[in-house]
């Protein structure tokens, strides 16, 4: 076989490894995050299909799957019928740049543990994730429906105001680590964690993380008590599940990105493999997420943009010269 | 040149999930401000006051359960205090000590559906659930007491249908003992809390002279700086015997409400422990008196019971020809019955004061110039059920 | 395959797939329109007519996401060779920064930036 081919069958088993990875935690996310809030609430949670509820999340898949689906009379259905794949194609594909491990060399061929190894990859993720939005938008303004619209104009702008803070906080380890490539961010990291260098910017990345998903305290756009479920009120069936799909692969992917570039990625202690390094610290992100959700209450939608244009985006901007300095004089707490 | 805008119309309920029940409010929102808003209430009316008209007066009492379904406990004695006071009678002591402890517990049992509500449309979904866990102790109470969960149907004209069970008093005592914990718990989680407070805090105000213009009663009424409480007020069924406080806060914000209604849970509390220490003994209902059926025991056995059972249960009891307006404290607010009498074993009129429809109607002075999520924040601080409003 | 080659693979990829899922459900699902199913959600009131007044603050806040976001793309070159370019390269980029800064400052003063 060509060198082409076997590179291609790499790609293709990688991509769908990585579908099944998203799907599989997609699925028993619900599931984790029913069962701990749920214990968190001295309730339960799913107990009832399978062992300890662990049928859940199939049957609930298989429900969106034969649900009926309805559109609105009046909905654009161009607009209305791509939404939610747009949101959920854009999620996936910035997932599709996380580096799972350090490159691995199998049968003498060089193979990165990312489905597609992109030198400025960190860009590239940053691109995708603001275009998920895009299919937030689509929603809302497609039903031509008044909650919907009024929860998509909250999205684009929490999401734009939340981005620029994300984008400008991660740009703290990359000037340390002088490399846009999530390989070499890691590695650079190889003596300290970057969130021992930089625990303003993490503090940033941290609350911009939570605004960028919409989760608790900042699950505007979809706050289900005020607007309903916001963007997605008119949505049934399968299309309704791909928004929570594409959600969850967002929380994902920055919970990976969090990883990444502050806690060392796969790095640590040799008696677990890579791999389980970067799993186990993302847990804890993800436990992150589901424990705030148990214990705020949610921010008022200006009260959102004042914390994210008043407070974060000053002390970021900041914080990029003072790493911009101490890199140029060698600080004591810089190597 | 000019652009011409409209601002945008839309339907918060009657199908929504923070308007508590079918409240319909239709804001006109100028982005996501609130330019006006106006309540529409209505949809769950089922005419009690013309349907007490036609029945007796002790028949009525099952009815009043359905008004404010979250302290029906409250609405029994009420309605029950309204119609001693209209027949001159009283109920015996340990009748009205047990009215006292059962409507304390109906008040914080409310307040813990308020609170529950309240945090779960800001977005704090786990007070919700600790709420209703401490809500369970009081229904349980209440379902040895009376044998319902949530229609008690428990007061009587002229005291109580049956003496507390065995077992009571212990079980309430038990209650008492971890409440003020768990009350703790709930400010510990929010009280303080940074994004509660920001929610909360100078949202839909209401000032003293608003709050009195308006007609409110209750903890908005005092959340707003007026100490005004029926019991201190006009007290019923002994309440001037009892040590407790009447909090209010100078406010007049959500915040302020939230206040005054997690201190009276705290009053409520002290309430009921002195009554439970100075429990009095004796009968539960009125002996002997022309407005109460005998014992059962009685009417088995005794003829003129008998007698005088059927005459009440069929033609009603002879009341005095008059008017009367009574009230009490709800958790709600102040819940009055307006009785019209000719005489007869019907009432004539029945005109129900339902604390919720009036402070529903405050409402959009409270709401103009904030911002659409705060809607819900002051709908859960009036804290209304639609039993009550729509009667 | 070059990187992106590869990115427009799995675009069509995530695309055919997840509108296959869409597609799939829609002829799986059971289907029983009728006036009121197919009506916008209003709360389960008659629609009301009105208009849609957008607030100026979001045009104001497209202008400065503009402004903040293009910045950062001029800070990424000299992040990536902050250690290259030196001394020199950080007072360039400390003056860009701090001009930018000022700007903010400007809008801060104004009152742009603020919900109220």
New interface residues.
């Given amino acids: 076989m060509s060198d082409a081919v076997i590179g291609a069958l790499i790609f293709l088993v990688k991509f769908f490894l990585l579908f099944a990875i998203i799907s599989v935690f997609v699925l028993y996310a619900t599931w984790y995050e029913r069962k701990v809030i749920g214990h968190m609430q001295q309730r339960i949670g799913p107990k009832r299909v399978g062992w300890h509820g662990l049928l859940q999340p199939v049957a609930d898949m298989i429900k969106a799957f034969f649900k009926e689906d309805s559109i609105p009379r009046d909905a654009d259905k161009l607009f209305f019928w791509s939404a939610p794949v747009i949101g959920t194609v854009f999620a996936m594909m910035a997932a599709l740049a996380i580096p799972f491990g350090p490159p691995l060399v199998l049968f003498g061929r060089h193979i990165t543990l990312d489905v597609v190894h992109l030198p400025s990859g960190i860009l590239y993720m940053l691109a995708m994730l603001s275009l998920v939005s895009f299919g937030v938008i689509f929603a809302g303004l497609s039903t031509k429906s008044k909650y919907p619209i009024i929860g998509a104009q909250r999205e684009v702008a929490q999401v734009i105001s939340y981005e620029l803070i994300l984008a400008t906080a991660l740009l703290n380890p990359v000037i340390m680590a002088g490399s846009l490539d999530l390989t070499k961010i890691v590695d650079a990291q190889s003596h300290l964690w970057f969130i021992f260098y930089q625990p303003v910017a993490f503090v940033c990345f941290l609350i911009s993380m939570f605004a960028v998903s919409a989760r608790v305290p900042f699950d505007l756009p979809e706050a289900e008590n005020e607007l309903v479920a916001g963007f997605m009120t008119e949505f049934t069936g399968m299309k309704f599940s791909l928004f929570y799909f594409a959600q969850y692969v967002v929380i994902f992917t920055v919970s990976m990105l969090a990883v990444i570039f502050f806690f060392g990625g796969w790095l640590g202690p040799s008696f677990l493999p890579p791999v389980a390094w970067l799993f186990i610290k993302w847990a804890f992100f993800i436990f992150l997420y589901t424990w705030s959700w148990g214990t705020f209450p949610r921010y008022r939608y200006d009260q959102l943009m004042n914390i994210s244009w008043l407070i974060l985006l000053p002390i970021v901007i900041i914080n990029i010269l003072w790493t911009g300095f101490a890199i140029q004089f060698g600080l004591p707490y810089l190597h | 040149m000019s652009v011409e805008?409209?601002?945008?119309?839309?339907?918060?309920?009657?199908?929504?999930?923070?308007?508590h029940g079918v409240l319909?409010i239709?804001l006109?929102?100028?982005?996501?401000?609130i330019a006006g808003s106006e309540p529409e209430v209505g949809y769950l009316h089922r005419g009690f006051e013309k349907l007490a008209e036609n029945m007796l007066y002790q028949q009525f009492i099952p009815y009043t359960d359905r008004l404010d379904y979250l302290a029906s406990m409250n609405n029994n004695q009420s309605y029950v205090v309204a119609v001693e006071r209209l027949l001159g009678i009283k109920a015996p002591p340990r009748a009205q000590a047990i009215r006292v402890i059962m409507s304390e517990l109906g008040r914080i049992a409310s307040h813990l559906v308020w609170l529950a509500t309240h945090?779960?449309?800001?977005?704090?979904?786990?007070v919700?659930?600790?709420c209703f866990?401490e809500r369970e102790a009081i229904i349980d109470l209440f379902e040895a007491a009376a044998g319902n969960r949530l229609n008690y149907n428990y007061a009587r004209i002229g005291g109580v249908a049956f003496d507390l069970p065995k077992g009571f008093k212990e079980n309430l005592q038990k209650f008492l003992d971890i409440f003020p914990e768990k009350l703790d718990e709930y400010h510990r989680?929010?009280t303080k809390?940074r994004?509660?407070l920001?929610?909360t805090k100078g949202i839909g105000i209401l000032t003293k002279e608003q709050a009195i213009n308006w007609g409110t009663s209750g903890p908005v009424l005092r959340g707003s700086g007026v100490e005004w409480d029926i019991r201190k007020a006009f007290p019923y069924d002994g309440y001037e015997n009892y040590d407790f406080d009447v909090p209010t806060n100078q406010t007049g914000d959500v915040y302020g409400r939230y206040l005054v209604r997690m201190e009276e849970m705290r009053q409520s509390r002290r309430i009921i422990q002195q009554a439970i220490e100075h429990l009095p003994d004796g009968p539960v209902i009125l002996q002997d008196s022309p407005y109460v059926s005998p014992s059962k025991e009685k009417i088995m056995t005794e003829n003129f019971s008998l007698m005088k059972h059927m005459v009440l249960t069929i033609k009603g009891m002879r009341t005095p020809v008059a008017t009367l307006y009574s009230a009490t404290e709800n958790p709600k607010g102040e819940l009055g019955f307006y009785i019209v009498s000719d005489g007869s074993g019907k009432p004539y009129k029945l005109k129900i004061r339902a604390p919720s429809f009036i402070n529903i109607s405050a409402m959009p002075t409270m709401l103009k110039g904030n911002?659409?999520?705060?809607?819900?924040a002051v709908i859960g601080s009036l804290d209304f059920v639609f039993g009550e409003c729509d009667r | 395959m070059s990187g992106y080659g590869e990115v427009m693979v799995a675009f069509i990829l995530f695309s055919v797939i997840f509108a296959g899922m869409v597609i799939m459900s829609r002829m799986l699902a059971p289907k029983n329109p009728y006036k009121e199913k197919l009506d916008l959600y209003e709360c389960g009131s008659p629609i009301l007519q009105g208009g849609y007044k957008m607030d100026i603050k979001y045009y104001l806040l497209a202008i400065m996401f503009t402004l903040f976001d293009i910045e950062i793309l001029f800070v990424v070159p000299w992040s990536v060779y902050a250690r290259g370019l030196g001394i020199i390269g950080f007072i360039e980029v400390s003056v860009f920064i701090i001009l930018l800064f000022a700007g903010y400052i400007y809008a801060y003063v104004k009152g742009a930036l603020k919900w109220q």
């Fill in positions: 805008t409209r601002e945008m119309l839309i339907n918060m309920g009657p199908q929504h999930p923070s308007t319909r239709i006109k929102l100028d982005g996501e401000r945090a779960l449309d800001i977005g704090a979904m786990t919700f659930l600790y866990r989680l929010l809390n994004i509660w920001s929610r911002y659409v999520a705060d809607v819900i």
